[in-house]
């Protein structure tokens, strides 16, 4: 059931903006949503702006009204064809996360929301690694991914959409201290911050 009801939500984007519409309510809605990671971040029209694994967009449209200079990365040829299409403004690359072909020290900002939870550990170290060196130095990365809820009342709704939509990755992350993760790579942790009853978790990085 969750391969079925997974590939239909990539398939169809008018399914997968329901589901997003749908869960983004727990934190005041979708505008909100795409706006988490970013809270209390500077970002002038000349930083650039990675948005990894950008899928069809969705925060490249906030990141481009901030930024001339945004690109995105995905490994889907589906999600960017999307992407280009909804946000023309941004560049965009069709690459793995954890094989980036960009140079050292490229980008201001690196943003990443809600695929992170896609990856195995193995992939998720790589990723990590690969975003602070891309990240020039006091860069920063934002990210925003699924927790553990702290709130009982939000577990039973975390562990339906999970077993729906997601894989065996997403239960992965839950068990997964993200900061401790990002300060053995290098990165100091600035904001760690947790909504929608602790299923939600963003975090704020430096690279020193």
């Not at 983004?24 to 909100?32: N, P, Q, T, Y």
């Not at 029209?45 to 001339?68: F, H, K, M, N, Y």
């Not at 709704?157 to 201290?177: P, R, S, Y």
Request: aromatic share 10%; net charge negative.
């Amino acid at each position: 059931m969750a391969t079925i009801l997974r590939d239909l939500s990539y398939r169809y984007q008018w399914l997968y903006d329901g589901i997003s519409r749908l869960s983004a309510l727990s934190v005041g809605g979708e505008w909100r949503f795409r706006r988490l990671a970013l809270e209390g971040l500077t970002i002038a029209p000349e930083t650039a702006v990675l948005d990894l694994c950008c899928g069809s967009g969705q925060t490249t449209q906030v990141l481009v009204e901030r930024s001339c200079q945004v690109t995105g990365l995905d490994a889907s040829p589906f999600s960017l064809k999307r992407a280009q299409k909804n946000v023309p403004q941004a560049e965009y690359v069709e690459a793995f996360a954890e094989a980036m072909p960009f140079a050292d020290s490229q980008f201001d900002l690196v943003h990443t929301s809600v695929a992170m939870h896609e990856m195995e550990p193995d992939q998720l170290q790589k990723i990590f690694g690969e975003v602070y060196r891309v990240l020039k130095p006091g860069g920063s990365f934002a990210m925003v991914d699924f927790h553990q809820p702290t709130n009982p009342v939000f577990v039973p709704g975390v562990a339906i959409f999970l077993l729906l939509f997601e894989t065996e990755t997403a239960w992965q992350l839950l068990k997964t201290d993200l900061v401790e993760t990002l300060t053995a790579i290098g990165f100091q942790v600035t904001k760690h911050s947790l909504h929608a009853g602790g299923s939600l978790q963003v975090i704020q990085a430096q690279k020193g």
